[in-house]
């Protein structure tokens, strides 16, 4: 079965950092893109960033570009979300996803992992 699990939530300030994990199994990791979304209360949720199978191509959205990275680890199955300079307006749950071809395999959502910025 396919599972995802994030972490590396919590609360930070304005300005600061967090480093989110998503281990990954019961797919072959390396053959699919790996996805950052999030979700702010009463928001759709949407997507963060992309990452190729091989980690040679990187996508963000324009609200984080330049702040936030994506990169994987193959052999961990492991996708990671380095968040700098953070602000209010990134607060939200935030999952990742697997697709190949435009096509999620994820089956269920789940609980994520929360990120407050807060002062």
């Known amino acids: 079965q396919v599972q995802f699990e994030e972490s590396g939530g919590g609360l930070v300030q304005p300005g600061g950092s967090l480093r989110l994990s998503c281990a990954a199994s019961?797919?072959?990791?390396?053959?699919?893109?790996m996805s950052w979304h999030r979700q702010a209360p009463g928001k759709e949720r949407e997507l963060v960033a992309t990452?190729?199978?091989?980690?040679?191509?990187?996508n963000y959205a324009d609200s984080v570009k330049g702040r936030f990275t994506i990169s994987r680890d193959n052999a961990k199955n492991t996708v990671y979300l380095q968040m700098n300079s953070l602000r209010s307006e990134d607060t939200a749950v935030y999952y990742c996803n697997a697709n190949r071809f435009g096509v999620y395999i994820r089956k269920y959502w789940g609980q994520g992992t929360q990120v407050t910025v807060s002062s």
């Open positions: 990452i190729t199978g091989a980690g040679r191509s990187t």
């Open positions: 019961g797919f072959t990791f390396g053959n699919y893109v």
